[in-house]
């Protein structure tokens, strides 16, 4: 069964570009929404979290979910060039987080 | 900044053989995790260790792993009889609370490679 789904891309953008990564997930006993970044050869680096549906903005980023549409989304304005990595997203129930496989962004200055 | 690290860094073994890989928590954290990450897939969830005990497991985490917190700062997960699919990025994570997803961090991760 396939919890969280995640186009893998890969995605190239413009620097200052508005780039939409996209999560579909089935399990309705999700709790926490999470979407983090990830560098080569490092640990994923938690980004922002939602409990509920909804926006929420930290910065250049916007994390929406829709609970009835079983649907995240991460917006990222005015895209740089460091913004380069590998975004996940990852939901939860209890202890128990679920990856989605990761979405490889590039940001071309 | 408070970091968890693992080491080694990378291991290479042969199928069949035991490895340790180890973990060093963020001091004051008391929630411990397994994920694995076979290249080119997504990051699935091993196990979870709190109060010296494992509190959750997932379907991967058979009779062939287990963890275990041998002193007050590493935390560890044994292959017993490694297979070729066990080859992965294997991430340690600590979080301070379980209800706290920001407090959870990822280490640097140990790629493990099964000859």
């Known amino acids: 069964q396939k919890e969280v789904e995640q186009d893998p891309g890969p995605l190239s953008v413009p620097e200052g570009a508005i780039v939409s990564l996209n999560c579909t997930y089935s399990?309705?006993?999700?709790?926490?929404f999470m979407w983090y970044r990830q560098y080569s050869r490092k640990g994923p680096e938690l980004l922002m979290y939602?409990?509920?549906?909804g926006n929420k903005e930290d910065g250049r980023f916007t994390a929406q979910v829709d609970k009835s549409s079983k649907y995240i989304s991460l917006f990222i304005r005015d895209s740089q060039p460091s913004d380069s990595a590998t975004y996940l997203c990852?939901?939860?129930?209890?202890?128990?987080?679920?990856f989605g496989t990761g979405t490889s962004l590039t940001v071309i200055p | 900044e408070p970091e968890v690290t693992q080491t080694p860094s990378h291991q290479v073994t042969q199928m069949g053989q035991e490895v340790i890989l180890r973990c060093v928590p963020i001091?004051?954290?008391?929630?411990f995790y397994w994920y694995r990450q076979i290249l080119g897939q997504k990051v699935e969830f091993l196990v979870s260790?709190?109060?010296?005990?494992?509190?959750?497991k997932s379907e991967i985490f058979d009779d062939q792993f287990s963890v275990e917190r041998p002193d007050g700062s590493n935390f560890t997960l044994k292959i017993r009889s490694t297979k070729l699919e066990d080859s992965a990025m294997y991430f340690c994570?600590?979080?301070?609370?379980?209800?706290?997803?920001?407090?959870?961090?990822f280490g640097p991760g140990t790629r493990l490679t099964v000859l």
């Open positions: 994570a600590s979080s301070d609370d379980s209800q706290l997803v920001d407090t959870q961090y």
């Open positions: 399990n309705s006993a999700f709790q926490y």
């Open positions: 939602t409990y509920s549906s």
């Open positions: 990852a939901m939860s129930v209890g202890n128990q987080f679920y």
């Open positions: 001091s004051n954290h008391l929630y």
């Open positions: 260790f709190y109060n010296n005990e494992i509190s959750e």
